[in-house]
Nanobody, 125 residues
């Protein structure tokens, strides 16, 4: 598994970005996929997760209603649509795969076995 995240960039507050995560052209085959983020000087935190077969979605309270995690079947990728972005959303965003996780663990980074390299999202005020 070699996850690659893309789609980050610089956007003004209130704007939108869409992140993607693919497995080097291979078909993603896992139980859960998730997005985490890490801002400078802060711990990595859970953003969102999706049950890969079934599509159940889970969100951190801080992004609920603004971010949408989904499967992008056309691109064979994981997607994170981020709307109404705020300066506090600025961070490096990581995608991750949890082939063996159980639902109660998916908000913890320890549940994920494979990680992408991260993509920078910067939201200016």
């Amino acid at each position: 598994v070699q996850l690659q995240a893309s789609g980050g960039g610089l956007v003004q507050a209130g704007g939108s970005l869409r992140l993607f995560c693919a497995d080097s052209g291979r078909t993603i085959n896992t139980r859960y996929m998730g997005w985490f983020r890490q801002a400078p000087g802060r711990e990595r935190e859970f953003v969102a997760a999706i049950k890969w077969r079934g599509g159940n979605e889970y969100y951190a309270d801080s992004v609920k209603g603004r971010f949408t995690i989904s499967r992008d079947n056309a691109k064979n990728a994981l997607s994170l649509q981020m709307n109404s972005l705020k300066p506090e959303d600025t961070a490096v965003y990581y995608c991750a795969s949890a082939p063996n996780a159980i639902l109660s663990s998916i908000r913890s980074s320890a549940a994920y076995d494979y990680w992408g390299q991260g993509t920078q999202v910067t939201v200016s005020s």
